[in-house]
């Protein structure tokens, strides 16, 4: 997605500093940029502006104030950067877990907005990648498993061998139109009903 193109939600209280900010966004190019100087009611403001990234400028936040916004890191699913006076140990991890994507301690300088904005959209897409195909291997194992049990299921009940088993679960679902994934779980749980003990 070109800079110009990307929706930039800026959340500050202070307007001096929001005004870096904007224009540290503005010279590198990005023209929708929102400021908010009021964090109240802002999950509901941040669904009315759908934006592609979230800049968030603490000065001096409190314990309260981070972990609001480490809910709402949670919350949103979106790059997030967070600048922030100071810090410490415990609130650079708790970031990290929320999952804000550039976590800045004493760095706001007009200059440093764009590199920054960068890594935090970088790093964030490779962690949602990463968490992607960790789904899809946890489901693809999960298919695995129901298909084996489906097996199981067919070689007792029709005395088949494994591949012949396995043959008519995939011939099943291609005459369905379905996966075979599908095909197996209908018949675990069809195994389930008929005979409980089938479907342990």
Request: charged share 30%; proline share 2%; glycine share 4%.
């Given at each position: 997605?070109?800079?110009?193109?990307?929706?930039?939600?800026?959340?500050?209280?202070?307007?001096?500093?929001?005004?870096?900010?904007?224009?540290?966004?503005?010279?590198?190019?990005?023209?929708?940029?929102?400021?908010?100087?009021?964090?109240?009611?802002?999950?509901?403001?941040?669904?009315?502006?759908?934006?592609?990234v979230i800049v968030i400028d603490l000065e001096n936040p409190n314990r309260d104030m981070l972990e609001n916004m480490f809910q709402l890191s949670r919350a949103v699913k979106r790059p997030?950067?967070?600048?922030?006076?100071?810090?410490?140990?415990?609130?650079?991890?708790?970031?990290?877990?929320?999952?804000?994507?550039?976590?800045?301690?004493?760095?706001?300088?007009?200059?440093?907005?764009?590199?920054?904005?960068?890594?935090?959209?970088?790093?964030?897409?490779?962690?949602?990648?990463?968490?992607?195909?960790?789904?899809?291997?946890?489901?693809?194992?999960?298919?695995?498993?129901?298909?084996?049990?489906?097996?199981?299921?067919?070689?007792?009940?029709?005395?088949?061998?494994?591949?012949?088993?396995?043959?008519?679960?995939?011939?099943?679902?291609?005459?369905?139109?379905?996966?075979?994934?599908?095909?197996?779980?209908?018949?675990?749980?069809?195994?389930?009903?008929?005979?409980?003990?089938?479907?342990?």
């Amino acid at each position: 997605m070109a800079a110009g193109s990307l929706t930039i939600l800026v959340i500050d209280e202070n307007r001096i500093r929001a005004s870096i900010i904007e224009a540290g966004l503005r010279d590198a190019g990005h023209r929708h940029v929102t400021v908010i100087h009021d964090v109240a009611g802002i999950a509901r403001r941040i669904g009315e502006i759908e934006p592609d990234v979230i800049v968030i400028d603490l000065e001096n936040p409190n314990r309260d104030m981070l972990e609001n916004m480490f809910q709402l890191s949670r919350a949103v699913k979106r790059p997030i950067a967070m600048f922030v006076d100071r810090s410490d140990q415990a609130s650079i991890e708790a970031a990290v877990d929320a999952g804000v994507s550039a976590y800045v301690v004493d760095g706001l300088k007009k200059e440093r907005i764009k590199p920054i904005l960068d890594m935090a959209i970088s790093r964030f897409n490779a962690f949602s990648r990463m968490a992607r195909e960790l789904e899809e291997a946890r489901s693809e194992l999960e298919n695995r498993k129901v298909i084996d049990r489906a097996k199981g299921i067919l070689m007792k009940s029709r005395r088949l061998s494994e591949e012949a088993a396995y043959t008519l679960l995939r011939k099943t679902a291609m005459n369905q139109n379905r996966k075979i994934a599908d095909i197996a779980q209908s018949l675990v749980t069809a195994a389930g009903l008929l005979d409980p003990l089938e479907g342990e």
